[in-house]
């Protein structure tokens, strides 16, 4: 992979991590109500998506960070089934919310490229 993709892909982590303390209703929203403490655990997601993606950028702690970011992806993941299935969220097309469970494999893909 080239420089360019591993910097979008930093970008792309650093920016939603960011994203989860401007925008925490949104990540809370999609918390399934089995999982405990849903501010507490926004919290740690941001900071380990912020965290994760500027590892990407040192080559010293490119592959920890990715490998990170695959762990990262496959925790979350429940949080993208809840949101495909649960009916909280009509508003957001059907297509749209089950097109994110997929897509979380080419993330966890783009990820190993830098393991």
């Given at each position: 992979m080239n420089n360019l993709s591993l910097y979008i892909q930093a970008f792309v982590y650093v920016a939603a991590g960011i994203n989860h303390f401007i925008?925490?209703?949104m990540y809370l929203a999609i918390m399934p109500p089995y999982i405990p403490s849903h501010s507490l655990m926004v919290t740690l997601s941001g900071i380990?998506?912020?965290?994760?993606?500027?590892?990407?950028l040192f080559p010293a702690t490119r592959a920890i960070s990715a490998w990170g970011i695959i762990v990262l992806?496959?925790?979350?993941?429940?949080?993208n089934i809840y949101m495909a299935t649960s009916s909280r969220f009509k508003k957001m097309p059907a297509w749209l919310r089950w097109a994110r469970l997929p897509l979380q494999g080419v993330l966890i893909w783009w990820a190993y490229q830098y393991t």
């Open positions: 925008n925490p209703k380990a998506e912020v965290v994760l993606g500027l590892g990407l992806l496959i925790a979350v993941f429940p949080a």
